[in-house]
Nanobody
Framework: QVQLVESGGGLVQPGGSLRLSCAPS????????MSWYRQAPGKERELVAA????????NYADSVKGRFTMSRDNAKNMVYLQMNSLKPEDTAVYYC???????????WGQGTQVTVSS
């Protein structure tokens, strides 16, 4: 059974930090590129960060560059999103996504809420 379980969300003050984790299972993790998306109320889901299957390359949305860092540990089947200098506009549900570039097969997690507020 395929699962992507996100954790680490919560309430944080502006300027604070959070570390999101995603624990994939049920598929060959090392074959899949991983991404973090987010969706704020009333807005479309947007790509936040992505990392290649081997972890050699990352990409970030302009809005989070320099503040967020995505990483993966293929030995532990884990994906992370370190979020620093958080802003109220970062408030959203954050989703973990796995995509096998060869076939386009994609899996989603259930999401974790991040709220940035004083």
């Amino acid at each position: 059974q395929v699962q992507l379980v996100e954790s680490g969300g919560g309430l944080v003050q502006p300027g604070g930090s959070l570390r999101l984790s995603c624990a994939p299972s049920g598929f060959t993790f090392s074959n899949y590129a991983m991404s973090w998306y987010r969706q704020a109320p009333g807005k479309e889901r947007e790509l936040v960060a992505a990392i290649t299957s081997a972890g050699g390359s990352t990409n970030y949305a302009d809005s989070v560059k320099g503040r967020f860092t995505m990483s993966r540990d293929n030995a532990k089947n884990m994906v992370y999103l370190q979020m620093n200098s958080l802003k109220p506009e970062d408030t959203a549900v954050y989703y973990c996504n796995a995509r096998w570039m060869l076939t386009g097969r994609s899996y989603w997690g259930q999401g974790t809420q991040v709220t940035v507020s004083s």
